[in-house]
Each structure stands twice: as structure tokens, then as C-alpha cells.
């Protein structure tokens, strides 16, 4: 059940308005804004929290989410001026109640071009993808996929094989030949270079104290890092010790949550001190298994199934895979702004090629026909999607502009 719906049913302040900004500087186009009153936004997973902008008013808040190529909901507390800009869709947060100053506001962008003003719009998102780019028109997920592969836009990246973290402000790679961890932007471009002199897997970072996470590829434990893009350094935080090689790692503002490479142990849960809180359910014992976290559960992914646990690591149920042959591995699993879920077969069986697209609640979309070997990722803002695909000895970027 969605929290979302829940609370807007309850609170009954849903005021629907169409807000048109006008911006000098470029063209700015917002198809309808919901307001809902007396309520604060939670997005579905940490890397959603964007920004937080001040603004004179509530316009200006609307204004910075439509302005930012991320946004898709803000809330504004018109006590405290602070206006919080997230990546996610309404629909795929929490509405949180709150003192009466404070209010959501999802942006949605879905149109039918002929009836611009015409709320009762029959393109909705996650089924569709809507884009200011493209005013009130609105593409299948097949269509949008499709023109990816055939715009065939393809900047290659050196050797970037282990993990990749996509930020809000562009990716970060790992790799296994002890040189470096890459920033670049979505564009291809490399941003900063950070000597790391070991050979790692996992790349995490937590936004709200500007730290990363990496995983040593052949020691039991992590390291906490702060970067400095002034000096294209690192500086080390916390060493903590894990039972096993952590394989993979999500960091969010309370948790550290941690996978691993052979089967030392199923997934473990973490104060963000690294004092270990809990020992996940025996389902979530595996080698070389992606994780993620999306809402209040735990997404792990074998080869077989998909396994849910909750935040405390209690296993709740699981999902099966419609891949056409025996997959040993998944390279990985990402949810995108509107939550449709992406994962794929690390050995890239020629039956199982790709990326395969579901929503969050498993109804199936479509396959990526793209090259996606080992691990990828794929991020899509209001102006192109961006498909990273970590190989050796070069990965790639794939990306198609609205
Ligand atoms: C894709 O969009 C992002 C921002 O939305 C931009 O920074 C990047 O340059 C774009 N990529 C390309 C290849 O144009
Ligand atoms: C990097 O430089 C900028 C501009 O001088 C400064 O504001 C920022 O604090 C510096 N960051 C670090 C981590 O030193
Ligand atoms: C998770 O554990 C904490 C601390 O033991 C407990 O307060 C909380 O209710 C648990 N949550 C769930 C969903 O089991
Ligand atoms: C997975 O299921 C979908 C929907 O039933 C179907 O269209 C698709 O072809 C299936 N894929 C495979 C590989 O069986
Ligand atoms: C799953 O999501 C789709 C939208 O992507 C929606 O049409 C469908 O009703 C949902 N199914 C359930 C059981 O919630």
C-alpha cells in the first residue's frame, strides 16, 4: 500500500493549481504543481534529496524544482523560508505531517499536447516519461529506451569495472586498478580524478555529511573517505572492520548496510558509527549480490529472485526474474525517480542481454537492448537519459537527449 495516496485521502487538502513561472533566462515550462498542505516530503531512498535553496515565497521554491534539471518535488516552509528540492516523484515519497507553515509540491510534467490546460491528462508516470524538454509530450518507457539505443551517443571512459555511483551532480566510478575513483558529469566528461591506491568494489556516498564509502576489494572492511575536489584528495574517516569482503554497501543518513563477496554472511546492518545493529535474514547470504534500498525495504537481488527484507533486515517476501536463461549473477539493481526498477545479467548471457525495466510494484516494461556487461547505471533527468556501462578494460557511456 502507498503511503502516499494514505495521506493525501486523509488529509484532504489537495489543492490542484497551475502555476506558470516566468524566467527570462530560458524557457521554463511546468505542466501542473499539486499543493499539499500541512505536510513535509520524505523521497523514497536518500540520494532523491536534492538541495535546499532558500526562497521568498512559495513561487520561487516551484521556480528552483522546475529550474533544476532533477527536480520533480519540493516542499517550502514559509516560517523558516527553506525550500527542499528532490529527484523523486511525488508519488513514490512519504508525506509526512507537519506544522501547518509547510507544504508539498509535486511538479508533474505529463501533458497531452493538444489540451495543455486539461488536468485529467491519460499519460501518467511511471508508465510514461514526461519531460519539460518535450512539452505535453509524453513517450512510453519502450519508446524513450528505444531512442537510447538507436541515438547510439557513445563517450568511452578508461577502465571502471566494479561499481558506480550515480549523484546528483554527475558519477563516480571504482575500479579494480588501484589508480583512482572518477568523477564525471553526464555529459562524459571527467570532473576529478582521486588517487585511491587500492583495488576496491563498492562506491557510496552520503550526501548530508559529504562522505563516501568504499569497499577494499580484498580486505574485510570499509573505509569512510571525505573527497576534496580542490586537491583531487581523499581524506580517510572511519576504517570498519566487517566479517567477510564487503562486496556491496548503501550509506544512508542513519544506516550503513553491507553485502559480501563470497558467503560470509548474510547482509549486515550498521550504526553510521559502523557498530553492527543487526544480522539480516539467511535469504540475504550471497556472492557478488547487488542491494539497494527503495522505500522501506531492503532490495536484494540473486540469481533466481529478488528478495525483500525490511530495514531491520526481517525478510518479507521475494520475486522472480522473467530472464530466458539461468542467470548466476545480477549486476545491478537501481530504482529511478519515478521508481521503475532496473537490473540486469552480470555475465550478459546472449538470451538475457540488457537491461530489463519494471515498475516498483514488478509489472514489466521493457528490455534495454543495450550492451550492459557486468554492472550499469542508468539516470534520467528532465534533459536526457544517461546509461553507464562499467566494463574492462573500457566502459561507456551511452546517453540521448529529449
Ligand atoms: C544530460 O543532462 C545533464 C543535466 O540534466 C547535463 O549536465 C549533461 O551535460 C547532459 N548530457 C549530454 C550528453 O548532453
Ligand atoms: C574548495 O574550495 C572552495 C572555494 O574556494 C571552498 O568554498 C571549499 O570549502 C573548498 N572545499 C574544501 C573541502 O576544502
Ligand atoms: C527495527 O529495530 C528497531 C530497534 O530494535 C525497532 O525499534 C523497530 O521497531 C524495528 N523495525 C521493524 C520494522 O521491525
Ligand atoms: C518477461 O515478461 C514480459 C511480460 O510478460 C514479456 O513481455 C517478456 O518477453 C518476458 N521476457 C522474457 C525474457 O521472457
Ligand atoms: C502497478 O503500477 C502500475 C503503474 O505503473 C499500475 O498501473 C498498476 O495498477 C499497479 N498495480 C498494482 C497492483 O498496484
Not at 521556480?63 to 533544476?68: D, E, L, M, R, V
Not at 553492527?276 to 522505500?295: I, N, V, Y
Request: glycine letters at 4%; one cysteine or more.
Amino acid at each position: 500500500m502507498n503511503t502516499f495516496t494514505i495521506n493525501i485521502a486523509l488529509l484532504v487538502t489537495v489543492i490542484a493549481s497551475l502555476i506558470h513561472v516566468a524566467n527570462c533566462a530560458s524557457d521554463i515550462y511546468v505542466a501542473h504543481t499539486q499543493r499539499i498542505s500541512s505536510v513535509q516530503f520524505q523521497p523514497p531512498i536518500i540520494e532523491h534529496y536534492l538541495d535546499t535553496v532558500n526562497a521568498k515565497s512559495i513561487i520561487y521554491c516551484v521556480a528552483a524544482c522546475n529550474k533544476h534539471d532533477l527536480c520533480r518535488t519540493c516542499d517550502y516552509d514559509s516560517s523558516t523560508k527553506q525550500c527542499r528540492l528532490f529527484e523523486s516523484l511525488g508519488s513514490t515519497g512519504t508525506l509526512i505531517p507537519s506544522i501547518h507553515t509547510s507544504s508539498v509540491f509535486i511538479l508533474n510534467y505529463c501533458l497531452q499536447k493538444t489540451n495543455n490546460y486539461d488536468l485529467s491528462t491519460i499519460y501518467s508516470e511511471p508508465d510514461y516519461l514526461c519531460t519539460p524538454a518535450l512539452p505535453g509530450q509524453s513517450m512510453t518507457v519502450y519508446d524513450a529506451f528505444q531512442k537510447l539505443i538507436l541515438a547510439n551517443n557513445n563517450v568511452l571512459l578508461p577502465l571502471a569495472e566494479r561499481d558506480v555511483y550515480m549523484s546528483s551532480n554527475g558519477f563516480y566510478t571504482s575500479s579494480s586498478d588501484s589508480s583512482a575513483i572518477r568523477h564525471y558529469g553526464y555529459n562524459g566528461q571527467l570532473i576529478t580524478a582521486y588517487a585511491y591506491s587500492s583495488s576496491l568494489s563498492c562506491i557510496n556516498y552520503n550526501p548530508k555529511i559529504n562522505t563516501f564509502i568504499v569497499c577494499p576489494y580484498s580486505i574485510p572492511r570499509l573505509e569512510t573517505q571525505l573527497f576534496n575536489p580542490n586537491t583531487s584528495t581523499t581524506m580517510p574517516q572511519q576504517s570498519i572492520s566487517t566479517v567477510g569482503n564487503p562486496f556491496y554497501s548503501y550509506y544512508d543518513t542513519n544506516r550503513l548496510y553491507i553485502s559480501y563477496r563470497s558467503y560470509a554472511s548474510p547482509i549486515t546492518i550498521h550504526s553510521i558509527s559502523g557498530t553492527k545493529l543487526f544480522t539480516a535474514d539467511s535469504q540475504s547470504t550471497g556472492s557478488f549480490t547487488p542491494f539497494t534500498l527503495w522505500q522501506s525495504q531492503l532490495v536484494f537481488g540473486t540469481g533466481n529472485s529478488i528478495f525483500l527484507f525490511n530495514l531491520n533486515g526481517t525478510y518479507q517476501s521475494s520475486w522472480s526474474y522473467n530472464f530466458s536463461s539461468v542467470v548466476s549473477l545480477i549486476g545491478f539493481i537501481q530504482h529511478d525517480y519515478a521508481g521503475r526498477r532496473y537490473f540486469n545479467d552480470y555475465n550478459t548471457n546472449p538470451s538475457n542481454k540488457g537491461v530489463y525495466i519494471y515498475n516498483q510494484n514488478s509489472t514489466f516494461y521493457t528490455v534495454l537492448n543495450r550492451a550492459c556487461v557486468w554492472t550499469c547505471a542508468i539516470k534520467i533527468t528532465k534533459r536526457n537519459i544517461t546509461l553507464v556501462s562499467l566494463q574492462s578494460p573500457t566502459s561507456s557511456l551511452y546517453y540521448y537527449n529529449f
